[in-house]
């Protein structure tokens, strides 16, 4: 297994927040690589459960993996944290409620060193943890792929989704351009393109390595107004980087094909949202400022001039919109 002599080539971040039901069999996964040459940050972010114990076990009993224990500051600050003390010529991101295939680094690497690429991408299951039912992502691809080709993919977000965790980076692609996770839901998408537009080949490997577990307390299970804001803000930021690059007009088609797809993303949260409220007041009200956000944000004026503290909510929670229904 991995040791901590020398630098490893490896590292990968997991960011951990009260996961104790999962937490333990990420890192098993991980401990099981068939690839030894790596390091594991594992940030514990204020949990109020038995995770960090749970880490200090691990990390005892394994010198590649290191804990480092700091309180709450979000998912994205964790993440930052965690690259901030990584060594590795390399970055993997690891969610701690998921787990990776034992050939997960492997696979990865491998595809990194011999197709000379600066990102490899993986396909991934969704595990649904209540019945224990697998779902094998669907709309795949694989090949190597040159900046413009592989950009396009990822704004489609189909074949190549702005997802961290189903990939490995080469470090420099975000110490060179300082990239960081902002502090939001959906981080992912909101810096996947700033990633994607400093790598020159993006390898696609055409298998399943990862493990996605939908729970109760997943993201996307417990989607409030806040996060589809966030979700909207995500799509403004993927705007304002395209335009301050300079080549919005040359991905322009697929950032449309984004903002669609993201719009109708949202209506379902919005109608789910409501419905677990129970209170479809509003509602329609929702979906109106959902579309007129995301046509702001795909309009030919539009402007980068805003800053992501600056951007507007646009969704009002049902018990809000109730609260102002009742006053008119």
Request: contains cysteine; charged residues 25%; aromatic residues 12%.
């Amino acid at each position: 297994m991995a040791e901590n002599i020398q630098t490893p080539k490896v590292s990968i971040v997991i960011p951990v927040y009260n996961v104790e039901r999962y937490v333990g069999k990420c890192l098993a996964s991980l401990v099981e690589q068939t690839f030894t040459d790596f390091e594991v940050i594992a940030v514990n972010d204020g949990s109020r459960d038995s995770s960090l114990q749970i880490l200090r076990h691990f990390e005892e009993r394994y010198p590649f993996i290191h804990v480092i224990d700091q309180p709450n500051a979000g998912m994205s600050q964790a993440r930052n944290v965690g690259m901030e003390q990584a060594r590795g010529e390399y970055f993997c991101f690891v969610d701690s409620d998921d787990y990776v295939a034992p050939t997960f680094l492997e696979e990865l690497y491998d595809a990194l060193v011999e197709n000379k690429a600066d990102i490899s991408c993986c396909y991934y299951y969704y595990r649904f943890v209540e019945n224990d039912f697998l779902f094998e992502y669907p709309f795949r691809c694989k090949g190597v792929f040159n900046r413009e080709k592989a950009m396009n993919k990822l704004l489609h977000d189909v074949q190549i989704q702005s997802l961290v965790w189903n990939k490995m980076y080469r470090r420099s692609l975000f110490t060179d351009n300082r990239i960081k996770f902002p502090t939001m839901c959906f981080e992912d998408m909101a810096v996947a393109n700033k990633i994607f537009a400093a790598a020159n080949r993006v390898v696609v490997i055409d298998r399943p390595l990862y493990y996605y577990n939908q729970h109760p307390a997943s993201t996307l299970a417990t989607m409030n107004a806040s996060k589809i804001n966030d979700f909207i803000h995500a799509i403004a930021m993927v705007r304002i980087s395209l335009e301050r690059s300079g080549t919005y007009e040359k991905y322009r088609k697929s950032y449309m094909a984004l903002t669609r797809k993201t719009c109708g993303c949202c209506y379902l949260y919005v109608l789910k949202l409501h419905n677990e409220k129970k209170c479809m007041r509003g509602c329609m009200t929702n979906m109106r400022r959902i579309s007129r956000a995301i046509k702001h944000y795909s309009a030919d004026e539009f402007k980068p001039t805003a800053m992501f503290s600056e951007l507007p909510d646009v969704v009002e929670s049902p018990e809000n919109l109730e609260k102002d229904y009742s006053i008119r």
